[in-house]
């Protein structure tokens, strides 16, 4: 699993409430990602990070928001959730120097979010 | 539009039998394949990687195959166990880009 670890594994929350996502990982890895999975679709990147406070949003960037102030920490916020939020959310992280493209990517297991 | 399309969205086998996995890209300009397999309520797990000048490459029981002329990928599974029950994702990446395009995955169920 590359020393990933999210928490918590699983919530339910209420709509409009703010919701905060941690990814933590142990190898100092450079690139990390934030993805939900949705019944249909296939995984889609939110926001990603290429280091310390340095992010850029993915394809369903809109309300997610994201912060990366250590390398071992990727969080992810929902400002205020939806009902559409519902929905798995995966970490990722590339081993490697390149990013995406090229270098193997490694997820964590997961945080299951409803949103009432 | 840059798509990736698996097939079947199902497939029930089992165990012992063999079975393969379609995946059809659209993806251009091309930079490489991987396979995944994702076990339910865990995150996905890498197979294989193949860039534009490999058509094949073996993990395993797994061996996955790479016809970039016809953007077509398949991933083959030999005497079926169990634990290969799982949902098998295909992401094909693009030359000098940070993305990954997802497949949504075949769901495999292996049936003693």
């Known amino acids: 699993d590359a020393g990933i670890t999210q928490s918590p594994r699983h919530k339910v929350t209420e709509t409009g409430t703010p919701v905060t996502l941690r990814c933590h990982q142990t190898?100092?890895?450079?690139?990390m990602y934030w993805y939900r999975q949705d019944p249909g679709h296939g995984l889609r990147l939110i926001h990603y990070?290429?280091?310390?406070?340095?992010?850029d949003k993915g394809e369903v960037s809109d309300g997610y928001s994201v912060s990366r102030s250590k390398t071992e920490d990727f969080l992810l916020t929902l400002e205020s959730a939806t009902s559409s939020q519902t929905s798995v959310y995966f970490c990722a992280i590339s081993v490697g120097t390149s990013g995406l493209g090229t270098d193997t990517q490694y997820f964590g297991p997961g945080t299951r979010l409803t949103v009432l | 539009k840059n798509q990736v399309e698996q097939s079947p969205q199902s497939l029930i086998i089992l165990e012992g039998k063999n079975c393969t996995l379609q995946?059809?890209?659209?993806?251009?300009?091309?930079?490489?394949l991987r396979w995944y397999k994702q076990d339910t309520g865990r995150g996905p797990v890498s197979l294989t990687i193949?860039?534009?000048?490999?058509n094949t490459k073996s993990n395993g029981r797994y061996t996955a195959t790479l016809d970039a002329d016809t953007k077509q990928s398949s991933l083959h599974i030999t005497a079926s166990q169990l634990s290969d029950s799982a949902s098998y994702i295909c992401?094909?990446?693009?030359?000098?880009?940070?993305?990954?395009?997802f497949g949504t995955g075949t769901r495999l169920q292996v049936f003693p």
């Open positions: 193949m860039t534009f000048s490999e």
């Open positions: 995946c059809n890209y659209t993806v251009s300009p091309f930079s490489n």
């Open positions: 190898e100092n890895h450079r690139y």
């Open positions: 990070s290429y280091g310390v406070k340095d992010t």
């Open positions: 992401v094909v990446s693009a030359r000098n880009t940070d993305k990954l395009i």
